[in-house]
């Protein structure tokens, strides 16, 4: 205690924290706001692939089917989904699709605004306060990050399992014992049992114990065996935490062998470094792309431990996914938050070497408006699209309003506005669920009045279609493209007929004129990265036809 009159010393370094804590808890919170802002886009229809199968998986747990029957992805994102319904599931508030498919949304929000605080913490301890809020302030805008922690995917919660798997490995890199390696294992596991890239986490551990042995006796082989011990503790954990797994060897061996083919199938129209580029050129906008340049060149002649185990993994991840000829935009996820890291450093050390107080707090605003303006505008109107209703569910209301009971109509899948019971039964899109309730999460909406036949993209390719409608008596044909295109109108030679033998009976359009978009070329999702101009909703357009008769 102190005498009466006297006032007890603070700490500098708790006046240092008080502000800090408050600018990060207030970045926090914007993050979460900007994630979950629209969240409940399309609800109680589903227009964002994947989420079918997480979802499905997760309440399909909640229903007592513990075995996913899928091996695309590892499993735990399933179990900890179900884990994060359940509470919710036994109190009613979960208790459809629509509501498991907004808790898992949710959960990926929270998920991606964690990550701004983890990777604050990591600038922190490697390069410094400043340079941990430079990145966290660009994470929490960088716009493929915002988006992607929408959608009730692997995506959002493999960025922070790899994020936080960089920061152990740079926080361990000079611990010796068992500790360390069963730390750096078990985030290992838990990376790759979110998704199988994950393990690719492995090589920014194998700088940093690289790193750490280069000082003693014969330190390859101390080298080897330490990321041996690692490797061993992550498939244990990434045993345990996606059991099936090993209990299903030859479900597994598919699911692997489907990822290769899928990386070796040439869908995207560019190599995949170059798609990987251009998922972060649309992903984080050309000034946070600008600023993590700088970043890796700056790291590249600083060379701080922390800059080689960033690096090496930048450069692993980039140069193994690149390699695929089917890479998604969203594969660029995990390079995000140790890009902006690297960024955030450069422009701290920037700041650090201001000739006086005034340049410095100069210096501090003008980058925080880069890192901060570009960014927060792309997503303030990706948040405002989203919530306009989508022209799938201005079809499907129309669809409901005219389709007479028992009628039937030919309607896309990924481009429509509904599916039918026949189609859940079918399992042609519920990817290996053997249980009825976990196959029923589809993508669009379950149509009970009328049947439905699947329009597919070959079907759109040859007027023989036609044959087929009469033959299943036909009457109502929905036309969209399975794939965003740039323009407003796609011809094809069914639709050439349609427009000769059919009536145009209802048409839905996303834009105003023709917008000059970007899209991910091979993902069905209707929202573009860039480009808002001339949008108005969600979703491709979509044109009606009626057949004679």
């Not at 605080?117 to 301890?125: D, I, K, M, N, Y």
């Amino acid at each position: 205690m102190t005498s009466t009159g006297q006032r007890a010393p603070t700490s500098s370094a708790a006046n240092r924290l008080r502000p800090g804590t408050l600018l990060l808890g207030s970045l926090f919170l914007g993050s979460l706001a900007l994630r979950l802002w629209g969240i409940n886009f399309g609800l109680p229809a589903l227009y964002r692939p994947d989420e079918d199968v997480t979802v499905g998986r997760a309440m399909g747990i909640l229903h007592g089917v513990f075995d996913p029957h899928f091996a695309d992805w590892p499993h735990l994102y399933f179990y900890l989904s179900a884990a994060w319904l359940a509470p919710f599931h036994w109190i009613g508030l979960v208790s459809d699709q629509a509501s498991g498919y907004l808790g898992v949304r949710i959960l990926d929000a929270i998920i991606g605004s964690l990550a701004v605080p983890v990777l604050f913490e990591f600038g922190r301890r490697a390069y410094g306060w400043l340079a941990g809020m430079f990145a966290a302030l660009a994470l929490s805008v960088a716009y493929l990050h915002v988006r992607d922690s929408h959608f009730a995917t692997t995506d959002t919660p493999l960025t922070l399992a790899i994020l936080l798997g960089l920061y152990i490995a740079y926080r361990t890199v000079s611990a010796r014992g068992v500790r360390p390696l069963l730390m750096n294992g078990v985030i290992l596991g838990i990376a790759a049992s979110l998704k199988y890239n994950g393990a690719l986490l492995a090589s920014g551990m194998a700088a940093a114990q690289y790193i750490s042995g280069r000082w003693v006796e014969r330190p390859l082989i101390r080298l080897v065996g330490r990321l041996a011990v690692v490797a061993l503790i992550g498939m244990v954990t990434l045993a345990i935490t996606s059991p099936y797994l090993v209990l299903d060897p030859a479900l597994t061996a598919h699911g692997v062998s489907y990822i290769f083919f899928h990386l070796s199938k040439s869908t995207a129209p560019n190599i995949g470094w170059v798609e990987l580029s251009l998922g972060l050129w649309y992903g984080i906008d050309p000034s946070l792309v600008a600023i993590a340049l700088v970043g890796i060149g700056y790291a590249a002649w600083k060379r701080h431990t922390a800059d080689w185990i960033i690096v090496t993994f930048l450069v692993v991840y980039f140069i193994f996914i690149g390699v695929g000829g089917s890479v998604f935009f969203r594969y660029a996820d995990p390079m995000i938050p140790p890009l902006l890291l690297l960024g955030g450093r450069a422009i701290a050390d920037l700041v650090k070497a201001a000739s006086s107080a005034r340049v410095r707090w100069l210096t501090i605003g003008t980058a925080a408006a880069a890192i901060l303006l570009p960014s927060l505008v792309h997503d303030v109107q990706y948040d405002l699209l989203i919530q306009q209703t989508d022209t799938r569910t201005l079809a499907f209301n129309w669809m409901a309003a005219h389709m007479p009971a028992g009628g039937r109509a030919a309607v896309p899948y990924m481009a429509g506005p509904a599916h039918d019971q026949h189609l859940v039964d079918s399992a042609e899109h519920s990817h290996g669920a053997t249980d009825p309730y976990v196959a029923s999460f589809l993508d669009s909406r379950l149509e009970t009045q009328y049947t439905i036949m699947e329009l597919t993209q070959n079907d759109l390719e040859t007027a023989a279609t036609m044959d087929r409608f009469r033959q299943q008596g036909i009457r109502i044909v929905v036309v969209g493209e399975q794939y965003p295109q740039l323009g407003c109108r796609v011809d094809t030679p069914l639709e050439r007929v349609l427009q000769q033998q059919a009536t145009l009976v209802a048409s839905f359009s996303p834009t105003v004129g023709c917008p000059d978009s970007a899209f991910d070329p091979i993902d069905t999702y209707y929202v573009p990265l860039a480009g808002y101009g001339g949008w108005v909703r969600p979703g491709p357009p979509i044109r009606i036809y009626q057949l004679p008769g």
